[in-house]
């Protein structure tokens, strides 16, 4: 880690919380608007995916997205805080709350499924406030040392984290053949996914949630920590457990599921994944 990285982080565990939330979201609304390969991947979803919205509105939700960004993943290398502070507000009674906590209380398993949007780990706080243990699945960052303060952090939420790849994979199916429960982030490019749609368009996607839900006839149940207008609470939902027919048509399902929170609230959703396609032609 270099030297002005090890100094930020340094910085911030000895900010206020709040104060650090803020710096969170300066950081990267600052990256966001400088770095022009960044703004131009943000500003090429947006064109895909609305291309009628004015360009004002566009820099909004640009603005919007890299200040929730920001504050998650801040608060994510702070997960103790998070945690300590209860931020979250606990989801309402439905056929998703109960079908987590039923899986809790029977040791039967479940697969859950959210994406990069709002506070993506505010369910898992929920859980582990309301003593269940969730697994989680996570992408290794390029930077070892970052990446070892990010595990910890990610593995004060819930134990066990897999990584993504196939032995991660494998741990997670012996993990829900065990009972347990997992929550996995459905929105990244894979290249050897099914082609499915994703809010009007082609996504490659992996099958892998919807095929452990099936096979193991568990529950797969969609889940949203969705950022209030203070920026500091998050209000986990949870939606009724997606119904079983085949693995495409279910993935497909969770995909609509997270279009419509999208959709709903496009300012908290990580418009700087490459989620359509890998490469972009530069904006005109």
Avoid at 108 to 114: E, F
Wanted: aromatic share 8%.
């Amino acid at each position: 880690m270099t030297l002005p990285a090890r100094a930020l982080i340094a910085l911030a565990r000895h900010l206020p919380y709040r104060l650090r939330l803020a710096l969170g979201s300066a950081l990267l609304r600052g990256a966001v608007a400088l770095v022009p390969r960044l703004r131009s991947r943000v500003e090429n979803n947006l064109r895909l995916i609305f291309p009628e919205m004015p360009a004002g509105e566009r820099r909004r939700i640009r603005r919007a997205m890299a200040d929730n960004f920001g504050r998650t993943f801040t608060e994510i290398l702070s997960n103790p805080s998070f945690h300590g502070r209860g931020y979250w507000i606990a989801p309402e009674p439905g056929p998703g709350t109960e079908a987590i906590l039923r899986a809790a209380r029977e040791g039967s398993g479940a697969v859950l499924v959210t994406g990069h949007f709002g506070q993506w780990e505010a369910g898992r706080a929920w859980m582990k406030s309301s003593g269940i243990a969730c697994a989680g699945v996570y992408r290794p960052l390029d930077e070892p040392e970052l990446n070892a303060i990010y595990l910890e952090n990610l593995e004060f939420g819930g134990t066990p984290i897999f990584p993504k790849s196939r032995r991660g994979v494998r741990g997670i199916v012996a993990h829900v053949a065990r009972g347990g429960i997992v929550a996995i982030l459905t929105d990244q490019f894979e290249r050897r996914g099914a082609t499915l749609d994703f809010i009007g368009h082609p996504a490659p996607t992996a099958l892998v949630p919807a095929e452990l839900a099936f096979r193991s006839k568990l529950p797969l149940v969609p889940i949203y920590g969705i950022r209030q207008p203070d920026g500091l609470h998050v209000r986990v939902v949870v939606e009724p457990p997606i119904p079983h027919s085949t693995v495409p048509e279910m993935m497909q399902a969770v995909n609509d599921s997270l279009a419509a929170r999208v959709r709903a609230h496009p300012g908290q959703y990580y418009w700087l994944h490459r989620r359509w396609v890998k490469s972009f032609a530069p904006p005109r």
